[in-house]
């Protein structure tokens, strides 16, 4: 599912606001997952909580 979620990002890391919607349940799930990842830097383990990654520098 490549650019699941592109516009959101490219928003984000723009300033700007960002409404979408998406009537695939599994896209949308997958473009919430690729958002935290690359814009928040968290993932999500096998149970569901979601863990915040930090660099060296953090």
């Known amino acids: 599912m ?3 979620g592109s516009s959101r990002i490219a ?10 919607c998406e009537i695939d349940k599994e896209y949308f799930d997958k473009s919430c997952e690729r958002f935290r990842r ?6 999500q383990d096998r149970n569901g909580n979601i863990l ?3 660099t060296i520098f953090e």
């Not at 928003?11 to 979408?20: M, R, T």
């Not at 690359?38 to 993932?43: H, M, R, S, T």
């Open 2 to 4: 490549t650019g699941s």
């Open 11 to 20: 928003a984000y890391k723009l300033g700007f606001d960002f409404i979408g």
């Open 38 to 43: 690359e814009c928040l830097n968290e993932v």
């Open 52 to 54: 915040k990654q930090y």
